[in-house]
């Protein structure tokens, strides 16, 4: 298994609040990070799957399926490269 970046982004009308964090960890999304800029929410994930198609969309279904009220906006990769990806990329 790899370890897929990248995050979900939602038009929040709802503030960051532990129950909202509460409610995100329990329907499976303790592999994210929640943010919040100029009213857009941000699930930045860090996950661990077969593929990044699988990924994404089993973060999805664990964030529409909660009662966040959060809905998936768009999907976007992660700006970040690693070191390991570094020296991937180089051989």
Do not use: W
Request: with cysteine; hydrophobic share 35%; glycine share 4%.
């Amino acid at each position: 298994m790899n370890i897929y970046e990248f995050s979900l982004v939602f038009e929040s009308h709802t503030d960051l609040t532990t129950e909202l964090e509460d409610t995100l960890f329990e329907s499976g999304c303790d592999d994210a990070l929640l943010s919040f800029r100029n009213g857009i929410a941000y699930l930045n994930f860090d996950r661990e799957a077969e593929s990044l198609e699988s990924a994404i969309l089993e973060a999805i279904y664990q964030v529409e399926q909660n009662e966040s009220g959060l809905e998936v906006k768009r999907v976007e990769p992660s700006d970040l490269v690693t070191s390991t990806e570094i020296a991937r990329r180089l051989n």
